[in-house]
């Protein structure tokens, strides 16, 4: 079911934008810019998708579908997951590649490291835990979330980007890095971003099912 | 029984779908009807949970919808109006969606209706005029064997032509006493051509629910002179006075008081006008 369901959001709902944000990891070649922003795009993409399908009276259709409500949720946000996870895989060689094309490190903003995508795959999971729950508690309100999602993300790349500026001996030399022996030593941060994208993943489908199922049609 | 609706009720902040409950067995069709608000829309969603109920209980093939709700919607074919979504899409690419969920989809079946309905694959939701567009749902409605059809408004917007061929066709599909039709409109001539049961719901309660013969068989129209009307005729339900004089219905077992007067049996749409005059005059349901 939630493979018809995929396709469904594939074929119907899918917008432009998300497959153009994809190529967003090119920004890792910028040699002074806050990374982030390249990942705060994919968020905006699943804005439009809503937004879209909304005009498009997604809802209509799919109550025509042999479908419970809460594998409408479950669909409409793997699928954002997955765009969420291929931005960041596409942006890997281009973190790499950044090391050739600019290898005095980038001037704006952290390296595109381990650590870099482990805060991305957070931020990731705040979005979706605000933007979809919200959404969800009407099916019809997007925009309201969406703002206070990007608000919440930006201040939290603000914390991050801020880390590095803590005086705390080491801890730059820790984050702001592509060397490789600091990269290794940077997994954990990966490993925790992963762990609370996955939880977040969870936790969101969890309340927004729980709230769609609660809207009238 | 094919449908069993046991109390169902939702309470919104405006309006309340009051324990409505009736049922339809295999092979029939049955009209829903009201006037706009009634609660006709609302019932259709409450039963196949796209608003939830807040009491009640839906069988579909003697299965509870609640707890099998996959099974039950597979066995449902359901048209709310007309195809108002992805109107940018091609009828190819919603179908080809469509057909994924359902496990009996009839491909044979679904060329057959594009072909009766004058559809073009490769048009877009978009170049379809409003009668198309309700065509094209019902297309993907019909063609993944449901036995049960749930339709809102499924005639309003075609053309008289294109309304008495969907009707014959819903005879068609009932023809072989397994699949049933429940259609909700207000457009009442159509059920005199094909509905076998009328369930009529008022201000969100069914006031009566039965063989449309026997539903009309009930009322009589009478209509005479100003100076025949006289106080047992406060029995008449939604009575207008006019310049010839006056007409109004009333319930057949109560004919004797209309001693005089004119008497024929009323149509569907006479049977609704009146009881929704005399609601309106008088703030009381039947």
Redesign the interface.
């Known amino acids: ?1 939630i493979k ?1 369901l995929l ?2 959001e594939l ?2 709902a899918t917008h432009p934008t998300q497959f153009l944000f994809l190529s967003f990891g090119l920004m890792l070649l910028i040699p002074a810019y806050p990374y982030y922003v390249a990942f705060f795009y994919i968020t905006l993409s699943q804005f439009f998708v809503t937004t879209i399908g909304r005009e ?3 809802v ?2 799919t ?7 809460r594998d409408v949720v479950k669909a409409r946000l793997l699928m954002g997951v997955i765009f969420e996870v291929l931005s960041l895989i596409i942006a890997i060689p281009f973190s790499f590649l950044g090391t050739f094309t600019h290898p005095s490190g980038n001037e704006a903003g952290i390296e595109a490291n381990p650590a870099f995508f482990g805060f991305v795959l957070i931020m990731f999971a705040i979005f979706n835990l605000i933007y979809y729950t919200g959404f969800y508690k009407t099916a019809y309100k997007a925009g309201k979330y969406f703002l206070a999602a990007s608000i919440l993300m930006f201040i939290y790349i603000g914390i991050c980007e801020s880390l590095v500026w803590i005086p705390v001996p080491g801890l730059k030399e820790y984050l702001d890095t592509m060397n490789a022996s600091m990269m290794i030593k940077q997994l954990p941060i990966l490993g925790a971003g992963i762990l609370i994208f996955v939880l977040g993943y969870f936790l969101t489908f969890h309340i927004s099912a729980k709230r769609f ?2 809207v ?2 | 029984m094919l449908l069993e609706i046991d109390n169902l009720t939702k309470k919104y902040e405006c309006f309340t779908l009051d324990h409505v409950s009736f049922s339809l067995e295999k092979g029939y069709i049955m009209g829903f009807i009201g006037k706009n608000g009634a609660g006709k829309t609302t019932t259709l969603k409450c039963m196949i949970h796209l608003a939830s109920p807040d009491s009640g209980h839906v069988k579909i093939l003697d299965m509870d919808f609640a707890e099998n709700e996959l099974a039950c919607k597979q066995n449902i074919g359901f048209v709310l109006g007309a195809a108002d979504y992805y109107l940018n899409r091609k009828l190819s690419t919603i179908a080809d969606v469509t057909r994924r969920f359902y496990s009996d989809w009839d491909e044979a079946m679904y060329r057959d209706y594009l072909n009766r309905f004058d559809l073009v694959e490769t048009k877009r939701v978009k170049d379809l005029s409003a009668g198309m567009k309700v065509k094209f749902s019902l297309a993907l409605a019909l063609s993944h064997h449901a036995k049960l059809l749930i339709l809102d408004e499924p005639t309003s917007g075609l053309d008289p032509v294109s309304r008495d061929d969907l009707l014959e066709l819903f005879q068609e599909i009932v023809e072989d006493g397994e699949h049933s039709i429940l259609f909700s409109t207000h457009i009442t001539s159509d059920l005199e051509k094909c509905a076998d049961f009328i369930t009529y719901i008022h201000d969100g309660r069914i006031l009566a629910s039965e063989e449309k013969d026997i539903f009309t068989d009930r009322y009589r129209l009478v209509s005479g002179s100003r100076d025949s009307l006289t106080d047992d005729m406060k029995k008449l339900i939604g009575c207008r006075e006019h310049h010839f004089g006056i007409e109004g219905m009333i319930h057949k077992e109560d004919l004797a008081l209309c001693d005089g007067l004119e008497v024929k049996t009323p149509t569907l749409e006479e049977i609704m006008i009146h009881i929704e005059r005399k609601d309106k005059k008088e703030g009381v349901t039947e």
């Open positions: 079911m018809n396709y469904k074929r119907l498009n009276n997604d209509s259709f109550a025509m579908l042999p479908v419970a409500k199922e609660k009238d049609l």
